[in-house]
């Protein structure tokens, strides 16, 4: 049974839509039929050539502004009739190990933001994206929604403090609102330069460009790794059917070590060299094995096999950044 009405015909705001995920979900959003996407991204992480498609299509509009400040939302509220806002605008949880007390803060600000405009009854329904890492290492497995919220970085307790936030308005003022919570999401997009890069981008660029690939610790550590397509699918169904004040992991029923994910990428490449070991960072999460029983229940839920999704990845950035 729907909760809400199809997201075609609809005004949809994505906050963070020039990044991975949100770049993707405004691409999917187009295909649902929404009359309008307008994105706000300050490209702290993001790309314009990201949007390249979508904004072509005539159908997106695009804000290199900040959701931190109530006022950047504010005149794009007074410019468009919004009804549904997708909150995806983050910087990457490495940026926490640098500057905590922002990574924090960009988490929490943003989604104040956006409840405070929908207690105005500036929109109809927010659909926030919080993290597995909200979880911590696990205290059971696999982790399921119930699971004790431990984050061990700032970044991850900002994101527990705005799902925290999402729930508690929803009790108070009554709001539509729900909460996704990916989990590791690898595919093309993921931003592949500098400090801030993932596993998989990072790891890709350092074969690619004759470089050493690099295992932190003990390379027993191991993730939850979702394609990002399909998490993009997984919202846009749930978006018909999650009561709101609920959220629900995305995730697979598949946990892959570092080892064995730095493993698959070079023998994807072909490179036989030597695996850097480095230290353990610091509050690294040990293990993050999910429960995806939930969105199991709630909807058609598609997985693509982890050995397809990572070979479609890294031919993403070979075709990028050449070589190999
Ligand atoms: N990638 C994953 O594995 C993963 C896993 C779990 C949850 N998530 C969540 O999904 C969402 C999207 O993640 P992603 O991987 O696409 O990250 P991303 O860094 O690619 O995208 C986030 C976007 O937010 C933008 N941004 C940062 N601060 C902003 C601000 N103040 N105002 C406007 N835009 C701002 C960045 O420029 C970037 O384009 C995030 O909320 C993240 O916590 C991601």
């Known amino acids: 049974m729907n909760t809400r009405p199809s997201l075609n015909g609809r005004t949809v705001l994505v906050t963070g839509g020039a990044g991975f995920i949100g770049s993707h979900l405004v691409d999917r959003l187009l295909v649902e039929g929404a009359a309008h996407v307008v994105v706000i991204d300050n490209l702290f992480l993001g790309s314009e ?89 696990a205290v059971y497995e696999p982790m399921d929604e119930a699971h004790p919220r431990n984050p061990t970085t700032t970044y991850a307790a900002g994101k527990a403090a705005a799902d925290l936030a999402v729930e508690s308005w929803v009790r108070m003022f009554d709001l539509d609102a729900f909460i996704v919570r990916p989990f590791n999401n690898y595919g093309p ?20 460009t004759g470089g050493q690939p690099e295992i932190h610790g003990d390379g027993t550590q191991s993730r939850d790794f979702i394609y990002v397509a399909d998490t993009v699918d997984a919202v846009v169904k749930l978006f018909g059917v999650l ?41 690294d999460v040990q293990c993050h094995n999910a429960s995806n029983a939930k969105v199991n229940q709630l909807i058609a839920y598609q997985l693509t096999d982890f050995d397809t999704g990572l070979a479609q990845t890294l031919e993403w950035y070979r075709d990028r950044i050449g070589a190999r």
């Open 49 to 137: 050539a990201n949007l390249a498609d979508a904004l072509a299509s005539g159908k997106v509009t695009f804000y290199r502004d900040d959701a931190e400040i109530a006022s950047s939302l504010d005149y794009i509220f007074e410019r468009h009739d919004i009804d549904v806002v997708f909150n995806l605008a983050t910087k990457a949880l490495n940026y926490s190990f640098i500057n905590p007390a922002n990574a924090y803060d960009t988490n929490v600000k943003v989604a104040l933001n956006l409840l405070e405009l929908q207690r105005r009854g500036r929109f109809t329904t927010l659909c926030h994206f919080s993290t597995s890492e909200v979880y911590g290492t």
């Open 189 to 208: 997009r993921q931003n592949h330069q500098g400090l801030l890069a993932g596993v998989i981008p990072i790891t890709a660029v350092r074969v690619l």
């Open 243 to 283: 009561p709101s004040g609920e959220s629900v992991n995305i995730s697979t029923d598949n946990q892959v070590s570092i080892s064995e994910l730095i493993t698959r990428i070079c023998a994807h490449y072909g490179y036989t060299g030597e695996i850097v070991r480095k230290a353990a960072r610091p509050a």
